[in-house]
């Protein structure tokens, strides 16, 4: 850590149940295995092993980054945070391909549609119908946060524009402020945020891999402007 940036240290969840089972997983809502709680505390020992103590953490609305938050901060001895849940950090939704296997999927579909539909930076997945259960606006988690909000699918892109307006509404401020903030995410959520800060190309993006349980970290200014890019603790 240094002394002349306060540190925003994101996580991807640890593994998940449909992770192991591969899944494609989106807003649905599967919690840990039991590889995936360890793997959250081995974060939470790294992160205590370098020092670092927070003054804030926020979540996803779903299970599996709460699951992933509480395990590493029992593993870095840390105080309870004030945690707040917000749906512009929940992974990108798959749309119709949620819940899909993913060998079955590519074995379906082709080796080539199934690569746009995971790494492509504009292509959206199958949509999925108003009457789906699976769609936001039939979700009673999701009934508050507008209308907005209720995607039937989404492109890297998309997931890009409310992570960006995430950042600079509540992250970034809050790193200016000086306060420290631990977050747990998602992998397409923290690909496109880093695409986002790092200012890399759709090409790029589409060949970045995010590790479950492996915290990265930006280091922000007191006048907003990053101290280099991400980097891996």
């Known amino acids: 850590m240094t002394t002349e940036a306060t540190p925003i240290v994101l996580v991807r969840h640890a593994q998940s149940e449909w992770n192991l089972a591969q899944r ?3 807003w649905a809502d599967p919690g840990l295995t039991e590889a995936g ?13 370098q020092g670092y103590r927070f003054d804030a953490a926020t979540c996803s609305l779903l299970q599996r980054t709460h699951e992933t938050l509480g395990e590493l901060l029992i593993a870095m001895g840390h105080d309870p945070l004030p945690v707040q849940a917000e749906w512009r950090i929940n992974e990108r939704h798959y749309g119709a391909l949620e819940g899909l296997s993913k060998p079955e999927t590519m074995s379906r579909y082709g080796a080539d549609q199934f690569l746009r539909w995971r790494r492509g930076y504009l292509d959206k997945p199958p ?3 108003d009457d789906d259960p699976r769609h936001p606006r039939n979700r009673a988690e999701y009934t508050t946060i507008g209308e907005s909000a209720w995607t039937p699918g989404e492109s890297l892109a998309d997931t890009e524009s409310r992570i960006a307006r995430w950042w600079h509404e509540v992250a970034l401020p809050a790193a200016r402020s000086g306060r420290r903030m631990l977050v747990v995410s998602h992998g397409n ?5 880093i695409k986002y800060l790092d200012r890399l190309s759709p090409v790029q993006v589409e060949a970045l891999e995010v590790p479950t349980g492996k915290p990265l970290a930006y280091e922000v200014r007191a006048d907003g402007s990053l101290l280099g890019g991400h980097r891996y603790l």
């Open 24 to 26: 494609f997983t989106g």
């Open 189 to 193: 959520t923290l690909r496109a945020l």
């Open 37 to 49: 709680r360890a793997e959250a505390r081995a974060a939470g020992e790294r992160l205590a092993g």
């Open 127 to 129: 949509l999925l119908s």
